[in-house]
């Protein structure tokens, strides 16, 4: 099996700061593999959020690329309801601040 085609065996769905996929084997039955499924299982955060927001959502901001893809998760939880709005001001702030400091570079 050459590595166009599909694999016989799940797959990582988890989407890294850089845009690739893991593709580490799944674990079980989850989309995730063993440490990706950690990640995304979901806890209740003790700091405002709803009770299905994973406390592990955003990644550090390393790049334009992971500040994106931290904006889109914040407005996506917000727009879903696991991220109450007054959380979502104060990450969208930081997300602001850390966009202004890569362009500063």
Known sequence: ???????????????????R???SPAHGSSAYCFHHKKLHRSRPSKFDAAPALSTHV?????????VQQ???????GLASGQLRPSRA?????????????????
Not at 89 to 105: E, N, P
């Open 21 to 23: 996929l893991c593709q």
């Open 1 to 19: 099996m050459n590595a166009r085609t599909q694999s016989e065996f799940p797959l990582c769905r988890h989407t890294m700061t850089t845009g």
């Open 89 to 105: 001001g104060k990450m969208l702030f930081a997300l602001q601040q850390a966009s202004a400091h890569l362009r500063g570079r």
């Open 70 to 76: 931290a904006l889109s998760m914040v407005v996506a």
């Open 58 to 66: 955003l990644h550090p901001l390393r790049n334009a690329r992971s």
